[in-house]
């Protein structure tokens, strides 16, 4: 009954009755949503935890029809990954993100934050396309940088946002205090703003990377995947979601077993990540002195 | 140009290249003494297997000059990645080279050979003439092995399935709905087939399997020829479609009363039915590699001088009609840098790489095919020049 809502009559038990089953109504709908992710998480354990070994981390993939050998290639490939995509995306995404949060009153700030956030919908397969159109193509090679040209275009939205947001919760009196002293701007910039919203960027970054290193639709056309070593960036580069995709399509059991290894140990350094980002959240924002 | 081509032109680069192999054979004790070391290796892999004709002049042709370190990309089948990786594999290890090829598909193999983003192509279907138009240069085929399409079906207790092409085309067109149908029954009189609908299942993206698939049922079927045709991606008249030999075997296994195709080496391994095929000697066989062997062996006879060759529906009383070539997808003309090193990983794969073909389940090249791609290889040019 929608009316009992608004009417403090009605009996207690009643009232009672409805508390509870709205209750566990609630309570079953957040294990509904959780248990996909116990599921995966489950799930992968369960396939993933008998294939991990040092091969694995350490080795080369071994041909076809030969067991053993690992993925250590595509574990380095997607850490050279993270890093040129860190090394290109984070220093536009930080300024971005700066301007957005103090110079971002203007018609232009509201356009780009609009742009901004239609990029963090872009599917990432398209991302790649682009990728592959402005550096794979007019180099006529698939390489590292391509890929991290990819991963750095999925990275910036979400970096310029989190680092709006994180300087935005920096009091205003802050600046001004600072500015009234007869501070630079560019000063108050570097030494008061930023090490106050310091704690939200490097979420705002950990969480791009966590997003960043499961992608592999961006990858496909760009790092192209690798059976070796790196080779320098200009080369086609292995990441690890990239491999567990080829090896659980391929029809090799060795294979899907070293694809669910490398997908759970993939999963673990996200959800590290993850609860390294809560970490960081707690004690960088306590900071703000 | 690759950026970093040169950059690992040291000689520790080397060494750790064949310490990372892992095999067997005698590391080299030094790259400078490279000629020795491929030799070697060479003589340890004969020795595993039974040598091939016609190999010994062919891998040592064309040697990496001492020290330099080639890495080479390719793409394209899927159907050919198994035995790539491997017989790349045995050939870097000799040569101290790379080879990176990826298995994006047939289609995008011809598409990242035409954009020049890789270094050759890898196809189990011929390059149609829009394609070789919108390629810069002129492309070769080199016919490099043999693949086939596996027939599965999902009827639970039925072993041994039989199929014409006839047949099988009609299902396909959406003529022939139930498996009970009299021109099934026909041909599997000792099995009991109920009244089930039949539930196709095609390949969804392009695919040289379809290619392979959809050329024989033009070959054997008039109707099939005229309402649809053959290709790497057609317009199906009936059925539902799954992506990739996984997608439509899943397609398959889950699904009461359905068949599909894929390519013979993932039945291999997933273990599944596959349906015995009446070939044109009028006997039914099961997708094999002596199936497949037989089936090449007849086009082999009269192989066209550039290679692209279809032989589906082959002559043979041992052929498995739904067989046909793969091939390696190269510019006539090649880049300067590279040019000696493809030619010398063509030749090997062509030669003494069909050694690995076997135990892979693949058909290895019949001799007068091997004869032939030498003969294509022989004709590519370096910078403009001849070899």
Do not use: C, M, Y
């Given at each position: 009954m929608a009316s009992s809502a608004f009417n403090t009559g009605g009996s207690l038990p009643r009232r009672q009755f409805i508390n509870r089953v709205m209750g566990a109504l609630l309570c079953l709908s957040a294990a509904v949503a959780l248990?996909?992710?116990?599921?995966?998480?489950?799930?992968?354990?369960?396939?993933?935890?008998s294939g991990i070994n040092l091969d694995l981390l350490t080795k080369l993939p071994k041909p076809v029809g030969e067991l053993g050998g690992g993925m250590g290639n595509a574990f380095l490939g997607t850490a050279i990954l993270i890093a040129l995509a860190s090394l290109?995306?984070?220093?536009?995404?930080?300024?971005a993100g700066i301007y957005l949060s103090e110079f971002g009153n203007t018609g232009f700030a509201r356009i780009l934050r609009f742009l901004t956030d239609v990029l963090t919908g872009v599917p990432s397969i398209i991302i790649g396309i682009v990728a592959y159109t402005l550096v794979v193509?007019?180099?006529?090679?698939?390489?590292?940088?391509?890929?991290?040209v990819a991963l750095a275009i999925i990275m910036i939205p979400v970096v310029t946002r989190t680092t709006e947001e994180a300087l935005r919760r920096v009091p205003n009196a802050l600046r001004e205090a600072s500015l009234g002293l007869g501070v630079h701007e560019w000063k108050t910039m570097m030494y008061i703003v930023l090490p106050a919203g310091l704690g939200g960027i490097v979420t705002g970054v950990m969480l791009a990377i966590a997003r960043i290193s499961?992608?592999?639709?961006?990858?496909?056309?760009?790092?192209?995947?690798?059976r070796?070593?790196?080779?320098?960036l200009g080369n086609p580069i292995a990441a690890v979601p990239l491999q567990v995709y080829k090896y659980a399509l391929a029809p090799y059991k060795d294979w899907h077993d070293q694809a669910w290894a490398a997908a759970f140990i993939l999963m673990m350094l996200?959800?590290?990540?993850?609860?390294?980002?809560?970490?960081v959240t707690r004690s960088g924002f306590q900071k703000i002195r | 140009m690759k950026w970093n081509t040169t950059l690992l032109s040291s000689l520790a680069a080397g060494a750790l290249l064949a310490a990372c192999g892992g095999s067997s054979a005698p590391a080299p004790a030094s790259p400078a003494a490279a000629s020795s070391a491929a030799a070697s290796a060479a003589a340890s892999s004969a020795a595993a297997k039974p040598a091939?004709?016609?190999?010994?002049a062919a891998s040592a042709a064309a040697k990496p000059s001492a020290g330099t370190k080639v890495n080479l990309t390719g793409a394209g089948s899927t159907a050919d990645f198994p035995l790539f990786t491997k017989v790349f594999d045995a050939w870097g290890q000799q040569t101290g080279n790379q080879v990176n090829y990826q298995s994006v598909g047939s289609g995008a193999g011809i598409e990242q050979l035409t954009k020049k983003t890789v270094d050759f192509g890898a196809s189990d279907a011929i390059m149609t003439d829009a394609q070789e138009k919108a390629a810069p240069a002129p492309v070769v085929h080199i016919p490099v092995t043999i693949v086939a399409a596996a027939v599965s079906y999902n009827l639970p207790g039925v072993t041994n399935l039989k199929l014409d092409g006839e047949t099988l085309a009609n299902i396909y067109l959406g003529t022939i709905k139930f498996w009970d149908d009299p021109k099934i029954t026909a041909l599997n009189a000792d099995v009991k087939l109920a009244h089930t609908p039949i539930a196709v299942v095609h390949r969804s993206d392009g695919s040289g399997t379809t290619y392979i698939f959809t050329n024989y049922l033009a070959a054997v079927s008039s109707d099939w020829k005229s309402k649809v045709g053959a290709a790497t991606s057609v317009n199906w008249p009936v059925g539902i479609g799954g992506a990739g030999s996984e997608g439509v075997s899943g397609q398959v296994s889950q699904t009461p009363g359905a068949i599909g195709y894929f390519e013979y080496a993932y039945a291999v391994q997933n273990k599944l039915a596959t349906v015995l095929m009446k070939n044109k000697a009028?006997?039914?066989?099961a997708p094999s590699v002596p199936g497949s062997t037989a089936a090449a062996a007849g086009a082999a006879a009269n192989m066209p001088a550039d290679g692209k060759a279809i032989f589906v529906d082959a002559p043979g009383d041992d052929t498995y009609p739904i067989a046909g070539f793969s091939w390696i997808l190269s510019y006539k003309d090649l880049d300067a840098a590279k040019g000696k090193t493809l030619i010398d990983l063509f030749t090997y794969t062509t030669t003494k790489g069909q050694d690995f073909a076997q135990p892979l389940q693949y058909a290895p090249l019949p001799k007068p095919v091997q004869d032939l791609d030498a003969k294509i290889i022989g004709g590519l040019t370096i910078g403009g020049k001849a070899q």
């Open positions: 248990t996909p992710l116990l599921l995966v998480i489950g799930f992968i354990l369960a396939n993933g935890i290109f995306g984070v220093p536009i995404g930080v300024l193509v007019p180099t006529h090679s698939f390489s590292a940088v391509a890929g991290g499961g992608e592999t639709a961006p990858l496909l056309f760009t790092a192209f995947g690798s070796f070593w790196q080779d320098g996200i959800l590290i990540l993850n609860v390294g980002v809560r970490v | 091939a004709p016609a190999s010994g009028g006997k039914f066989t």
